[in-house]
């Protein structure tokens, strides 16, 4: 485990002979807005940043903070995005896509964790996992290109998701039949919401493992942020489960780490490892990861923690999951 004075030691001697480019999902805020801040004080503000939320106000005033630097060559900016809805995220990711020719780092911080709210969105698509999977899903998919060129180039060419990596194991499989979270009753807010969290952890390790097995010279990291002191941090429970809302807030002010904190390990996350697929802990370090040395197409084993033959800690999908997640996701993202 890497102390903070190292973790901060090592993103500060990040050092490339480009100006590179790097997409904050969800970086207006919280880890999202942390890792901003710590990226533009690694590369002194030589970079072309690009924030993707929905506060322009908050964007306007972590930009006006960023570093300057005194040469060309650099840009922060911030595009406007209500990552809820898929329609939203393709239409943003042709807009950068006319503003950018690479990304060398696409980081996703954007989440949703509300115990009440279980709605559907009006795209007919589970709001957790519109927030926390889907999205996610988009971005990388219609982005991946530009990250392709990045390492076309030789240059840095990583993806970083923060949502819940390590949580996988053989006896909590991926419930293949209910995928969405829509085919299950969902009467009862909290079990809803609680598959919904849980699934979308699986989901996104699925989603990384394909990505990475297809493209063996891109780093796609799953990390776990751990318990994180940010503005929307707090358990939302309602009716006779409010008291243990109260609790559980009184606990987490004590537990969580500043955000700050938090964003320095999950930058330290996002410059390590060079290629493959990455499930990192709170401090980055690796609980589990593989290399790809050529495009692999998955076979159909249904073992749990299982990628391509190889046992991965932590790792929530097996190798029929990782297909059958992608086609689902491909279907419900590309219909709507």
Known sequence: MPTLAIVKKFNVSFDASYAPVAVFVGGTSGVGQGMVEAFARSVHGRAHIII???NGYAAADI??????PDE???KHEFVSCDASLMANVRALCAEIRAKVKRINFLVITTGYSSMVNIGITSEGLDLHLALRYYQRYVFIHELLPLVQAAHSLSEDSKILCVLG????????????????????????GFTVALRSMIASSGYTDAMLAHFAAQNPGIAFTHIHPGVVRTPTMGADFSGLLTPVSWLINFILHFIAVPQEECAEHMLYALFNGERGLFLRDRYGD???ALEFEAPVELGESVETSVLNGVPMKGYGA????????????ETVTRTK
């Not at 930009?63 to 300057?68: C, K, S, T, V």
């Not at 097996?318 to 996701?329: A, C, F, P």
């Open 72 to 74: 060309d060559g650099w």
């Open 318 to 329: 097996s190798d029929i999951g990782v297909r059958r997640i992608i086609e689902h996701s």
């Open 63 to 68: 930009i006006a903070r960023l570093p300057r």
């Open 165 to 188: 990596a390590g949580r996988g194991s053989p006896k909590r499989p991926i419930d293949l039949n209910n995928l969405g979270n829509t085919v299950n009753p969902r009467a009862g």
């Open 52 to 54: 993707v939320g929905r």
């Open 286 to 288: 690796v609980v589990s």
